[in-house]
């Protein structure tokens, strides 16, 4: 039978997950991250971890931290600050596996393995680096036009995370904010989903039935949900919260002075969801942060 | 006669990249392209489409900077998990963005600087969407300091953009779309009018020499210039204040020259 109470503690999510598997994290940069969950990734011993992700400080992190073995990115930024710099030194100090794409072959990676497709074809990275670099071959319409193709592989992730705005214990989720990024096909290009969420109800429909059409994804496609009010922070949470630049900007500099992960990492990381918030304000501090304005 | 500056002027020039568009998406990263698309929507170009730089399509501009989070007035809605399906790959776009490097090819790098792909001497932001934005809608440059580090010799470190190498072409690939259309500096208008696109410059800014130009260019360019870098007028100058309360213009160029008068 299945179970369709999916309430899970962020721990027991994270033990659900194994080294060297491949992991596809939800949100845009700085925008809708589940960094709570991020960071108890961080406080747990797993490693080797394939990285597949619209990156901002999640990516930043785990590589900070020693937890990537490969990365699939387009980008990794946190927006106002353009460069995110742990992501930086990793690059640049040569200790991770890339395969570097275009924002859209990405979610066309994601969406060929949602629909258990081995690629998805398309015109993007011909005529650029990417191809070669990325190992990328191509394909030949078998049509009259015969035009030659990228073959886009698709991103079959062993899990995905995603922070949404709310969700029931059987996973059907709303979320909400202006752009709710790739989440729905991270999570469909998952074999399980796990979802952090602002709040956590009993029966979605006794609570919000007007408000259906949040619901981005199938509750068949997650398998995990829990509790986490301000586990986007420092990313944002619209409509919930905006993003801490301050603590992005306190990020920052910390990849210069000291330069040294292990260091500061009991600032953002910490041993505990409280006592990570407390380092920030607590959570009321959180839902005051403003809305980022672009 | 107000005093104009060169980031004025080059909001000015850039403007004119976003005319006879159509209806299209017209995206100005960063200052200087974003109060371009802007002006050319509010003057010459109302066709043109434009996000709220978030995910809502807007009919008035948003100004730069601090405002009111729900001061945009939303028209329409293009999030990013619509962007390609709607915008980029039915080529319906137009970007002005300013890469970290750009070739004779027009070909463009925003991913990474020397060393190699397994470990870069600098890395930069990746190469987003430029795989898709260079082969599905036209693209158009800005950049604030033309210089040989940012118009290479050779070809860029990380080809992160198509360009017209056809060296670089695979063969049975459609490229009919690729289409680079303008490049606006602190020196000049360029566009790929040449030969084979070759970039030519088409109008220098007031007071540059060709000669200024090529000394700061790493490859050889084609000499077409017709003439000086329009200045913009009066009410090209109160939409672009009016649209960037916070003189966030004068950071871009280094030490915001001015550069003449309009009347």
Redesign the interface.
Same mark, same amino acid.
């Given at each position: 039978m299945t179970m369709l109470d999916k309430r899970m503690t962020p721990a027991e999510i994270v033990g659900q997950l194994s080294d060297g598997m491949t992991l596809g994290i939800g949100g *845009?940069g700085p925008r809708r991250k589940p960094m709570a969950l991020v960071r108890e990734i961080l406080r747990s011993d797993l490693k080797d971890l394939t990285v597949v992700a619209y =990156?901002g400080a999640d990516v930043g992190m785990l590589c900070a931290a020693g937890k990537v073995k490969k990365l699939v990115? $387009?980008?990794?930024?946190l927006d106002a600050i353009?460069?995110e710099p742990w992501?930086?030194k990793a690059? #640049? $100090?040569?200790q991770i #596996?890339?395969l570097?794409? +275009?924002?859209?072959?990405f979610? *066309?990676g994601l969406k060929a393995a949602a629909f258990g497709l081995p690629f998805l074809p398309t015109?993007? =990275?011909?005529? /650029? +680096?990417? $191809?070669e670099?990325g190992g990328l071959k /191509?394909v030949?319409s078998p049509y009259a036009d =015969? !035009?030659?193709?990228i073959a886009m592989p698709a991103l079959k992730l062993d899990a995905a995370l995603l922070h949404v705005n709310r969700s029931d214990w059987r996973g059907n989720i709303h979320a909400f904010g202006? +752009?709710?990024?790739?989440d !729905?096909w991270f999570a469909r290009a998952a074999a399980k989903t796990y979802v952090s969420c602002e709040q956590l109800v009993d029966r979605m429909e006794d609570h919000y039935p007007a408000e259906a059409q949040a619901n981005i994804v199938e509750r068949a496609f997650i398998s995990g949900v829990t509790e986490i009010p301000g586990g986007a922070h420092p990313s944002s949470m619209p409509p919930a919260y905006g993003w801490d630049m301050k603590a992005f900007k306190a990020y920052t500099d910390a990849a210069k002075e000291p330069g040294n992960w292990a260091e500061v990492a009991d600032r953002f990381v910490a041993s505990d969801e409280q006592t990570y918030l407390a380092g920030f304000g607590g959570v009321e501090a959180v839902k005051a942060l403003?809305?980022p304005?672009? | 006669m107000t005093d104009v500056t060169l980031a004025e002027l080059c909001i000015f020039a850039c403007s004119e990249a976003f005319r006879n568009n159509g209806e299209v998406v017209a995206t100005g990263v960063g200052p200087v392209p974003r109060l371009a698309a802007s002006l050319a929507k509010l003057t010459h170009s109302p066709e043109l489409m434009m996000t709220d730089g978030e995910a809502y399509l807007v009919e008035q501009p948003v100004p730069l900077g601090p405002r009111g989070y729900n001061d945009r007035k939303a028209a329409g809605y293009l999030p990013f998990s619509r962007f390609f399906d709607a915008a980029v790959w039915t080529g319906r776009r137009h970007a002005m963005v300013t890469p970290t490097q750009i070739d004779r090819f027009g070909q463009i790098n925003l991913s990474q600087l020397g060393g190699t792909h397994q470990q870069p001497k600098t890395q930069m932001l990746g190469v987003r969407g430029f795989p898709g934005n260079t082969i599905y809608h036209p693209n158009s440059f800005f950049f604030p300091s033309h210089t040989s580090r940012v118009f290479v010799a050779g070809e860029v470190d990380m080809v992160s953009g198509v360009g017209y190498n056809p060296a670089k072409r695979v063969p049975g690939g459609n490229y009919s779309a690729v289409d680079l259309r303008s490049i606006v500096t602190n020196l000049c208008v360029m566009d790929f009018g040449g030969p084979d696109n070759a970039i030519r410059v088409v109008s220098l800014h007031p007071g540059v020499t060709f000669a200024q130009v090529q000394e700061a260019t790493g490859f050889e360019l084609i000499d077409a210039v017709t003439g000086e870098t329009a200045l913009p007028d009066g009410e090209a100058l109160a939409i672009i204040a009016s649209l960037d309360p916070h003189n966030i213009r004068a950071s871009v160029i280094k030490d915001n020259p001015t550069i003449g008068r309009a009347a």
């Open positions: *845009w =990156g990115f $387009a980008f990794v930024s353009p460069l992501f930086r690059r #640049e $100090a040569g #596996e890339v570097e794409l +275009d924002e859209g072959m979610q *066309w015109r993007v =990275g011909l005529g /650029t +680096d990417l $191809a670099l /191509t030949q =015969g !035009e030659v193709l202006p +752009d709710v990024y790739y !729905e403003p809305l304005i672009f | -």
